[in-house]
Structure formats: C-alpha cells, structure tokens
C-alpha cells in the first residue's frame, strides 16, 4: 500500500527558506501516469495547490507561486521535496505532499501524507 | 483563475438522512472535477474524481454528478462517520483549484 510522509522543520523565520521532504514507502516514486505533488491548507481554512513533479523531472508549478517554489525529486531515495523562499506568514500552513492521478501535473489526489504543520514566525 | 463556489457552507443532518452538496464552476471544466473529505486533523480522502467515478474503496452510498459547471455530490444515507467537510477540485483548467468547502454536521 502506497504510504507518504512530509518531514521537514516546523519553524521558520519570516524572509527565510521553507524546505519539506516527502518520503514514499510502498510503491514506485518512478511510475509512469502519476505526478508527486504539493499542497497546502492554512489553518481553518481551504487548501491550495502548490506544484508538482513527474519521475522525468518536469513540474508543474501554480503560477500564484511560481517564482518561490522549487520541487525536486530523488528516485533513489523515493523522495521529492518542496522549497519555498522569502516566506512570511502568510505561507503559515499544513502542507501535505500527495499523488497526483494524470498526465496534467494537477490531477485527482490519492494517497496524500498526513501533513505537516510550517509555522512562519520570528 | 477558475473559482468553484460551494453550498452551502453547512448542511446540518441526522444520520440515516440524505445529503446533497453543490459545486458551482465559474466556468466549464468538463469533467475534471474531484470530491475530497477531510475529518479534523486528518488528511483529505478522495472520493470522486471524473465528476462521477468512486475513488477504490469508497462506499457506495457517495456518488457524484454533473459536468461543464455544475456539480453535486450525494450521501445517500448519513453514517456518523461521514460527518466531515467536504472540497471540489477542478482539474481541467490550470491552475487547479478548489471550493471553499462545505461541512455536514451532525443535526
């Protein structure tokens, strides 16, 4: 059974880089038809896309974002991670990695990671 | 940017009742819409995807409907289990997006 897991530091300081791991158990981070995605829900409120990755290498990146967002990925490792830069506290949010279904890069979403909650702050 | 409105915010329900939430695109995006429930502290759960296909593993008292800009999502009979927010995600058109959620809450 497919399982994901963030891991990654849950403070950080405002104009400072967010970095986040995403561990995949369970099945091939290499697997065609599937993208490795990002996203992220503020706390009490709805969620918003932040990008994703295709084995290849090619992202997907929501263009509200686009010029902080990094994502990358690890085959070796099962791994593919998410750098934000310059954050304030406004980027305050669980952020959960999860699989995207199709070719798009912004798919129908299963499994998703449990989360992990980055707090901005001083 | 597509924005899907949904309604209503709450839905307030006894189990054993039927449940119907509503999905409003601000335009089309075919069939390329997914429903998600989300249960406090816990990660969303896929439940629709392609406006009408259960995701594997959900029960069949969830179904889905609708295509171009309107979609709904129908609990047929209330399990406790199922009180939850619930969120549509377009994927037809980037960037993908979400509603803002509704919550069934227990009556």
Same mark, same amino acid.
């Given at each position: 059974?497919?399982?994901?897991?963030?891991? /990654?530091?849950?403070?950080?300081?405002?104009?400072?880089?967010?970095?986040?791991?995403?561990?995949?158990? /369970?099945?091939?981070?290499?697997?065609?038809?599937?993208?490795?995605?990002?996203?992220?829900?503020?706390?009490?409120?709805?969620?918003?896309?932040?990008?994703?990755?295709?084995?290849?290498?090619?992202?997907?990146?929501?263009?509200?974002?686009?010029?902080?967002?990094?994502?990358?990925?690890?085959? =070796?490792?099962?791994?593919? #991670?998410?750098?934000?830069?310059?954050?304030?506290?406004?980027?305050?949010?669980?952020?959960?990695?999860?699989?995207?279904?199709?070719?798009?890069?912004?798919?129908?979403?299963?499994?998703?990671?449990?989360?992990?909650?980055?707090?901005?702050? #001083? | 940017?597509?924005?899907?409105?949904?309604?209503?915010?709450?839905?307030?329900?006894?189990? /054993?009742?039927?449940?119907?939430?509503?999905?409003?695109?601000?335009?089309?995006? =075919?069939?390329?819409?997914?429903?998600?429930? !989300?249960?406090?502290?816990?990660?969303?759960?896929?439940?629709?995807?392609?406006?009408?296909?259960?995701?594997?593993?959900?029960?069949?008292?969830? #179904?889905?409907? /609708?295509?171009?800009?309107?979609?709904?999502?129908?609990?047929?009979?209330?399990?406790?289990?199922?009180?939850?927010?619930?969120?549509?995600? !377009?994927?037809?058109?980037?960037?993908?997006?979400?509603?803002?959620?509704?919550?069934?809450?227990?009556?």
């Amino acid at each position: 059974q497919l399982q994901l897991q963030e891991s /990654g530091p849950g403070l950080v300081k405002p104009s400072e880089t967010l970095s986040l791991t995403c561990t995949v158990s /369970g099945g091939s981070i290499s697997s065609g038809s599937y993208y490795w995605a990002w996203i992220r829900q503020p706390p009490g409120k709805g969620l918003e896309w932040i990008g994703s990755i295709y084995y290849s290498g090619s992202t997907y990146y929501n263009p509200s974002l686009k010029s902080r967002v990094t994502i990358s990925l690890d085959t =070796s490792k099962t791994q593919f #991670s998410l750098k934000l830069n310059s954050v304030t506290a406004a980027d305050t949010a669980v952020y959960y990695c999860a699989r995207a279904q199709g070719y798009s890069g912004y798919g129908p979403l299963r499994p998703w990671g449990q989360g992990t909650l980055v707090t901005v702050s #001083s | 940017e597509i924005v899907l409105t949904q309604s209503p915010g709450t839905l307030s329900l006894s189990p /054993g009742e039927r449940a119907t939430l509503s999905c409003r695109a601000s335009q089309s995006v =075919s069939s390329y819409l997914a429903w998600y429930q !989300q249960k406090p502290g816990q990660a969303p759960r896929l439940l629709i995807y392609g406006a009408s296909s259960r995701a594997t593993g959900i029960p069949d008292r969830f #179904s889905g409907s /609708g295509s171009g800009t309107d979609f709904t999502l129908t609990i047929s009979r209330l399990e406790p289990e199922d009180f939850a927010v619930y969120y549509c995600h !377009q994927y037809g058109s980037s960037p993908p997006t979400f509603g803002q959620g509704t919550k069934v809450e227990i009556k």
